[in-house]
C-alpha cells in the first residue's frame, strides 16, 4: 500500500508540472506524445491504488510480457533455423545422388555405345567374308517348269496305255486336281473313273463318271463314261439308278459304237430293268 501510494503521489505532483510546463511554454508534437503517455500511466495508477484501497489486496505490478514473447519468437526462430538445416542437408544428399546417378548413365550408355560398335564392326566383318563365298558358289539348275496340261494329260493316258493302273490313277487325279477347269478334265475324269473301276472302288468310280458325263458332253467316250457309270450302280447294289442312267443312254447316244451299244444291253438285263 505504500508504494501504491508513493506512486500516485508522484503521478499527481508530475501531472500539476506537466500541465503548468503546457500552459507556459509550447510543446513540439513529441513532447505532447509523451505528456499523453504520462497521463495514461498516471489513470491507471490512480485506478490501481483505487482498486487496492477498495478491496484492500496488495497491489502488484505486472511486468510487460515483451521479454516472454521475445524469448518465444527466438524459440520458433532457432527451429525454423533448425528445419531449414535438416532441409538443406537433405538437399545436399539428394543433389549428390543426382550427380552419382548421372556418372553411371553416362559411364552405361558410353558401354552401350561400346558394344553397338563392337556389334556392327563383327556384322560388316560376316558380311565381308560371306560375300565371296555367295559369289564362288554355283548357280544351281532352274526348277523345272511346271507342265502344261496338255503334257500333264498325255503323260497320264501313256501310264494307262502302258498297263500301269495305279500310276495313271494318281496322275489322272493329280491332273484333276491342278486343272479342274481345263478342256480335258472332263476326260481326265472319264479315264480316272476307268482305273478306280480296275481296283473295284466303284464308289469313287460311280463318282468320276458323273463328273465326267455332267451335261451329256458329245464326245467319242460320252458313252462308254455312261456305261461305266450303270455298272459301278449295278455293283453298288442300286438297280434303279442303273437303270434310269441306261435310259438316257439310249436316248442321249443312239448312234453310240455297237460294242459299247452291247455292253449297254448287258447292263440291262444285269440290273433287270424293264424292256
Given at each position: ?127 565381308e567374308a ?47 486336281t491342278a486343272?479342274?477347269d481345263a ?93
Amino acid at each position: 500500500m505504500r508504494l501504491a501510494a508513493t506512486l500516485l503521489a508522484l503521478a499527481l505532483i508530475a501531472l500539476p508540472a506537466a500541465a503548468q510546463t503546457s500552459m507556459d511554454d509550447p510543446l513540439d508534437a513529441r513532447d505532447a506524445k509523451r505528456v499523453d503517455r504520462m497521463e495514461k500511466v498516471v489513470r491507471e495508477l490512480r485506478d490501481i491504488v483505487f482498486k487496492a484501497q477498495r478491496t484492500g489486496a496488495p497491489v502488484v505490478v505486472q511486468p510487460a510480457d515483451t521479454d516472454a514473447r521475445l524469448a518465444d519468437l527466438a524459440a520458433k526462430v532457432g527451429d525454423l533455423e533448425q528445419t531449414l538445416t535438416k532441409l538443406n542437408g537433405s538437399l545436399e544428399t539428394t543433389s549428390h545422388e543426382l550427380d552419382l546417378a548421372k556418372r553411371q548413365n553416362t559411364a552405361l550408355a558410353a558401354q552401350v555405345k561400346g558394344l553397338a560398335d563392337r556389334l556392327s564392326a563383327a556384322e560388316a566383318k560376316a558380311a565381308e567374308a560371306a560375300a565371296p563365298a555367295e559369289a564362288a558358289a554355283p548357280e544351281g539348275p532352274p526348277p523345272p517348269a511346271a507342265p502344261s496340261s496338255a503334257e500333264a494329260f498325255g503323260r497320264a493316258r501313256q501310264l494307262m496305255l502302258s498297263g500301269d493302273y495305279d500310276g495313271a490313277e494318281a496322275a489322272f487325279g493329280a491332273f484333276i486336281t491342278a486343272y479342274p477347269d481345263a478342256p480335258k478334265t472332263p476326260e481326265a475324269r472319264y479315264w480316272w473313273g476307268k482305273t478306280l473301276a480296275v481296283r473295284g472302288d466303284n464308289a469313287k468310280a460311280a463318282s468320276a463318271f458323273i463328273g465326267a458325263i455332267r451335261g451329256w458332253p458329245q464326245t467319242a467316250w460320252a458313252p462308254d463314261a455312261v456305261v461305266e457309270l450303270s455298272r459301278a450302280l449295278i455293283a453298288l447294289k442300286k438297280p434303279t439308278d442303273a437303270c434310269q442312267t441306261l435310259a438316257e443312254f439310249a436316248r442321249r447316244y443312239p448312234k453310240a459304237a455297237p460294242a459299247v451299244a452291247a455292253r449297254a444291253a448287258a447292263a440291262r438285263v444285269q440290273a433287270k430293268c424293264a424292256a
